[in-house]
């Protein structure tokens, strides 16, 4: 059966890759007693587990690991006749070969997509081994291609993403990936006509029936919603014939749908029943969420509701992991960024994990799915593998509500016409659908919409004044190089003459409050002149947390976060852009909000910003009253839904300063700094952003020492050098130690492995109260 196709509006499902255990198919972690040596060294093979990065890496990484590793596992699996085995890998950086039990079974070029082995035909009965050769090396064949020493980001080698081993039956619901048809393969759910009252659409199931006889089968489907409430249907028993595949699509109707969204991202479980002579024989459960996402004449609309877009771009790099991190911190960043005002991501510049969407999709985090590229046109091979790319992208994503454009296109990469005009259709053709919006950085008539960066435009105008008619605009990126380099192109390595600490927003922690607060203005003057333009939807932010990459030595600083994911001025400055009367979740921060840009301290500014989404604001100093005031607008904030406050101060006297604010003339929010004193004590605290550490599998936390005074205020100007020690638990800290604070915080990570005892942490400094934490495995991590 053929896809219903309707000229009206896409509705996108998502994907759910969580665990999948029944008796008729399983899903397990296959992450578990993997041996690891590095082809470098002679050493014995060593214990790891599965996402596992082939080197730990410095903080600022000026040698990256490239090379060849292997990894080895022995294992046993239950391999009736009549069933199916795979493995799925959902990231091996970058090329990998797969042996069972001494056979070679594949190969697979490219890091950020997975890959399905069929690995029946190769079992034993026992004592099975698996060897996987892995190596991230420069390879200009496949993507990124361009040499990571010239490179804007990196790609850490590793087994570095889940591991799953898959049994079905030998009649089974495929994969979309391994099945390599044009919009189908595994499930594939369209709803192409969405409203208030009802969602109809299709749901398209890939069948493969490696039997030797033809099969009489029917699919049973049962949506249900967050309350429970079941909607069950069955199709018409149809005829697949013996080794052979085939598409059935299933029309489908919901009644007063709860739509996903921002705000409410409500979600759907999808589970899919293959039947066969009234048995059940194979079984898969899709989490899902119903959207409608459209462009109109004037702007963007998400449920028939404008929304102009406010994101952020993100690296998923962790300091000293590189790529290889828990599905759970992968949903604490994505809890980051909409803790901090955003709700859309770019996937800079390559399609980021799978944990990480799914969080997108739970939280209500708009997605920019991007192609892995920056910077780099390859030969005929690498244009060959860069839209099968596209492909894997698309049937990897398609289901998620969350991904609402496609940036089906090489990054800053000036790509020929005929590419272009290939990825687009490639993209087209694997999601047939209307509003389904393809995206380059080049304004090219081939794609749905233009995605420059602010600095790829001239200033003092950059964007403002696009309007070519058929294209609306999103700044994929702001904030950033027009500042650091006054538009100097797209040499990102001619650094000479370039750097002035009074312009740049690259900004380390420790550069302190002057250079912070020029950073903050920097996205709120480039935010506000961003809004000026008719015909732009959106913007995403350039960055969310600081990063390393291949062609420089020092950090890429101009994260409204630090690499360890410690907020700037500039994260409050866009918490402050979300209207109060907004509630999220309640894990997640929402509603008024108020934050003072400031240490005060002597060397403070008398002009203190105070970031707010309220109507006034009240400054204390001391507990006297300073001012209320109203926003202040100019022509660097006219733009803005909620400009900052500036309140002017005649001297420095050290104390407390308190601001209040308002809404309607009532007081719903405060915020105090202290001038600090003397530090002397550490405390501790560790960082789980409403996700608690998983019990099972290995996951990783950051753990911060604060330098205080004697009032628990942080010592913005400390260095010290902090020591960290585990003194009870199962666990590994991960990082520099001893490690000097920056701005008052020294970091490391806490690595777990089966966390079911307590873990306890002790923080030394010399002329300092040590610092003292125990972390349980009960304990509420919110």
Request: contains cysteine.
């Amino acid at each position: 059966m053929k896809f219903i196709l309707r000229n009206t509006f896409l509705l996108v499902f998502l994907f759910s890759v969580g665990n999948i255990n029944s008796q008729f198919r399983t899903k397990v972690n296959f992450g578990s007693d993997w041996e690891f040596k590095r082809a470098e060294t002679n050493s014995n093979w060593e214990k790891v587990v599965i996402p596992h990065t082939a080197k730990i890496e410095p903080l600022v990484v000026n040698n990256q690991f490239q090379g060849t590793c292997w990894y080895q596992k022995k294992f046993d699996v239950s391999n009736s006749k009549n069933k199916k085995v795979f493995l799925y890998f959902e990231g091996v950086m970058q090329e990998a070969d797969v042996w069972i039990n001494d056979q070679k079974v594949t190969n697979h070029k490219g890091g950020y997509l997975p890959f399905t082995v069929d690995v029946t035909p190769f079992l034993k009965s026992k004592g099975n081994t698996i060897k996987v050769k892995v190596n991230n090396e420069d390879n200009p064949e496949f993507l990124p291609g361009k040499p990571l020493k010239d490179l804007d980001f990196n790609y850490y080698g590793g087994i570095y993403r889940n591991v799953y081993l898959i049994t079905t039956d030998k009649l089974y619901i495929t994969n979309a990936i391994q099945a390599n048809k044009k919009a189908s393969g595994g499930i594939f759910v369209n709803f192409d006509n969405v409203t208030k009252s009802e969602a109809s659409g299709t749901i398209q199931v890939h069948l493969k029936n490696e039997y030797t006889n033809n099969k009489n089968v029917s699919l049973k489907y049962i949506l249900t919603n967050n309350e429970g409430e079941k909607l069950e249907f069955k199709s018409e028993t149809f005829l697949i014939n013996a080794n052979s595949n085939k598409a059935i699509t299933q029309n489908i109707e919901v009644k007063k749908p709860k739509l996903w969204s921002i705000s409410k991202p409500n979600l759907y479980s999808l589970e899919v029943q293959v039947i066969v002579n009234n048995k059940i024989i194979d079984t898969y459960s899709e989490t899902i969420g119903i959207r409608k996402s459209e462009i109109k004449e004037d702007g963007y609309y998400l449920n028939d509701e404008k929304l102009y877009i406010t994101g952020t771009n993100e690296h998923q790099e962790y300091p000293y992991l590189g790529y290889a991190i828990s599905d759970e911190a992968q949903y604490r960043d994505a809890v980051k960024i909409k803790n901090a005002g955003f709700d859309l991501v770019r996937m800079s510049h390559y399609p980021h994990a799978e944990a990480f969407l799914n969080a997108c999709d739970v939280l209500g985090i708009l997605v920019m799915n991007s192609l892995t590229g920056w910077q780099f046109f390859g030969s005929e091979t690498f244009q060959k593998n860069a839209l099968q790319d596209i492909r894997e992208m698309a049937r990897r994503d398609r289901n998620h509500p969350s991904v609402i454009f496609w940036e089906a296109s090489l990054n800053e990469t000036q790509m020929s016409e005929s590419f272009m005009k290939d990825a687009a259709k490639t993209l087209k053709e694997e999601i047939p659908f209307a509003n389904n919006y393809t995206a380059c950085w080049i304004d090219n008539e081939n794609y749905d919409i233009f995605i420059p960066a602010r600095q790829h435009g001239k200033a003092p105008d950059y964007w403002t004044k696009y309007n070519n008619g058929k294209r609306k605009i999103f700044i994929a990126e702001y904030g950033d190089w027009e500042y650091y380099a006054q538009n100097a192109g797209f040499n990102q390595t001619e650094f000479s003459n370039l750097k002035d600490d009074e312009r740049t927003s690259r900004q380390l922690r420790g550069f302190g409050e002057k250079r912070l607060l020029q950073q903050a203005y920097n996205f709120q003057e480039a935010a506000n002149s961003n809004r000026k333009g008719s015909q732009t939807i959106g913007e995403a932010n350039w960055a969310m947390f600081d990063y390393n990459r291949g062609y420089s030595n020092d950090l890429e600083s101009s994260g409204i976060s630090d690499i360890f994911r410690i907020p700037k001025f500039a994260y409050y400055f866009y918490q402050s852009q979300r209207d109060a009367n907004v509630i999220l979740d309640c894990k997640l921060v929402s509603g008024p909000m108020i934050n003072i840009a400031s240490y005060w301290t002597e060397n403070s500014s008398l002009n203190v910003t105070v970031y707010s989404n309220c109507d006034e604001v009240a400054m204390y100093l001391n507990d006297v009253l300073i001012a209320k005031e109203k926003p202040a607008i100019n022509t660097n904030s006219d733009q803005l839904i909620h400009p900052p406050f500036i309140f002017k101060l005649d001297k420095f006297i050290p104390g407390t300063l308190r601001a209040e604010g308002y809404i309607n003339g009532e007081k719903v929010v405060s915020n105090s700094v202290k001038t600090p004193e003397k530090p002397t004590k550490i405390e501790l605290t560790y960082d789980i952003s409403s996700k608690k550490i998983n019990p099972n599998y290995p996951d990783m936390v950051f753990v911060y020492a604060k330098i205080t005074d004697a009032n628990g205020t942080v010592i913005p100007t400390a260095t010290d050098e902090v020591t960290f020690s585990l003194t009870e638990g199962n666990a590994e800290l991960i990082g520099e130690n001893p490690v000097k604070a920056e701005a008052g915080i020294a970091t490391i990570i806490l690595k777990t492995t089966h966390f079911k005892k307590p873990i306890s942490i002790i923080a030394t400094g010399a002329n300092l109260q040590n610092g003292r934490i125990e972390i349980r495995p009960l304990q509420k991590n919110y």
